[in-house]
């Protein structure tokens, strides 16, 4: 891929274990790197859509394919890591997949994380 397209901005980050200074842990996220990116959303009618059902994506509406270029700095995975764009939190669904094997490009599908529905209490 041609560098003039990674034109957008993505945030790593990791959830990380911390101590809470009483003997225990609290978890906590933390800020893994930026990086420059291609993002490519998916419809419905996309040729991808069977392989993200494949994948165990149940909404290609919300789902991402994220490309970048590899960094050796970086050790890429769905376990613990997740991505934001746009202060959105997106989930990876994949292990990162390393484009061509060339170690040149990496390829990552996400899905954004579905939020905590609202009520609105109104005064009485």
């Known amino acids: ?35 420059w990116c291609h993002l ?9 859509t069977q392989a993200l059902v494949d994948l165990g994506v149940n909404d290609p509406l919300n789902t991402i394919i994220v490309h970048l270029r590899y960094r050796n700095d970086i050790t890429y995975n769905a376990i613990n890591q997740f991505i934001k764009y746009r202060d959105e939190k997106y989930i990876i669904q994949n292990a990162p997949a390393n484009i061509n ?24």
């Open 1 to 35: 891929m041609i560098g003039r397209e990674y034109t957008k901005v993505i945030e790593f980050w990791q959830v990380v274990e911390v101590a809470d200074g009483y003997g225990g842990f609290t978890v906590s996220e933390e800020l893994i790197t930026r990086s």
């Open 40 to 48: 490519q959303t998916i419809n419905t009618n996309s040729r991808n």
């Open 101 to 124: 094997l060339e170690n040149t490009e990496v390829e990552i599908i996400a899905v954004k994380q579905s939020t905590a529905s609202v009520t609105v209490i109104s005064p009485i």
